[in-house]
């Protein structure tokens, strides 16, 4: 942000000197100017102008194109779309809904859970081949297989396992989040400043406290970048799995609605499923900026910002 | 010999050799050093002579293939925690802000967290950074970043100092100001050993209080000089002193054809 402040205009007129230069901003222009309400404004009017394509439903009546005998933009029936007014009339619905309240505390949970569980479990062995080459040699080769497996493969398997229950959705969003994690977590233990490492031998540390010291805090940056990529994977996991067969959930329930043609749901119960990937996203968000305070001078790669 | 704080004993050093198909490299022949304790020793030599090994076999990285390297006496086995290495790169930890980063060896040593506090601050008041001692390295200067390791290099008293390029990156205004600060810090603190190795000879001269000249690859000694200039040395008015520069012209018409 800082880096694209103007600097102020140089004084050339006659006499000046520093006490003529204003005194720092104060703390409400600084925060203005931080909001930067050009950026702000294009925002806000990007989203009126695609509410309003979106009610005209010119999108939806097709763009005569055809692209190898493909239409890239055909017309949509107009049961299977819905304008936002529909939309917005099944959140008012909703909001009043209770079992729908449990739908989403379902949906929650399952990616909560595969979120923690499959996140944990991917930094704990990726910093353990990490650190220890020898295992990453004997064990590399098998992870890269089982990653290369389509994890979403799994799911009628794991149904199978786990019951139709959360179960089933909680290990299916394990595994995907497991392998977004681990990977880069060992990549990342190579890849710690080997100076770092060096100088804190020659300190005399000892293996937990070179663990502690350097190679921790070293992986956090890359560690945070996919713990972010795998909330937003444990939701789709999850939502997959709800699709295959579940007794409740938002995903279920989207499902149902499409079914039924109730386009109004189903598109009310997206911008839901999107929100709730956002939230879990700001979460890990609010972490990061204390874990990686270090990097707040420079350009972070914030998902979020608002 | 047991009263040297550091000695190198017919020390030769070849790398490779596990690798059947990569050459052997022998970085050092049959090299030997004693050093008192409390002197200044500058090791200068072209790029690849070896000088770095030397450090990193006196800071218990590597062995000696051949020889041997002892401090105090005995054998040197393994890293010691006090001795302060300086590596070339300022090597920061840039998610600790420089206090942190001055407190890391003392960290490591366990010492408690009010004690090492007080020495952070007190090393970065002479080193000119108290102002500084809560940013973060990505905001500081390379000159404030190489301080910062002298801080930290320093932090944990060592009595043998190793020091590799440290002011190699800095300009040359730079340089002298953080010399002439590093160079006072070491005569307030009497009795402590440098090994501080250089590529500039006028450097060397400048600090040390005996030049030790290796030849290019394989590493051996060609020239080992006192530098008879009194202390405590004024290194800005040093520099045009007629006396150091006919020292530096000596030591240099000795080593013309290894550094060209």
Redesign the interface.
Known sequence: MSSSDPAPPADTGQGATLDTVPESATLWRWRIRQLDLPVQLIRAAVVVGLYFLWSSRALFKGVPITVFGFEPLPEVKDIFYAVPSEVWDYFTAYYHDLLFWKDLWVTVQEAFWGFALGSTAGLLVGLTLGYFRRLQKIFGPFLVFSNAVPKIALAPILILWYGIDMGSKIALATVIVFFLVQMPTTAAVGLV?P??N????????TQV?RFR??II??I?PAVFGALRLAAIYSMLAVVFGEFLASKRGLGQRLLYSVNQFNMGSAFALMIVLALIALALNGLIGLVERRV?K?QS??EGGQVVSL | MSDSAVALENVSLVFGGDDPRTERVVALDNVSLRVPAGQFVAVVGPSGCGKTTILNMLAGLIRPTLGSVSRNGSEIQGPSRDVGYMLARSALSPWRTARQNVELGLEIRGERKADRRLRATELLAQLRLEGFADAYPSMLSQGMQQRVAIARTLAIDPDLWLLDEPFGALDAQTRLTVQSEFISLWETNPGRTVIFVTHDLEEAVLLADRVVVLTARPGKIKLDAPVPLPRPRVLDELKFDPVFTEIEHRIWKELRDELI
């Open positions: 400043d100076d770092l060096i100088l804190a031998t020659t300190m005399g540390a406290q010291k350097v805090p070293g956090m990686l270090w001078n420079r």
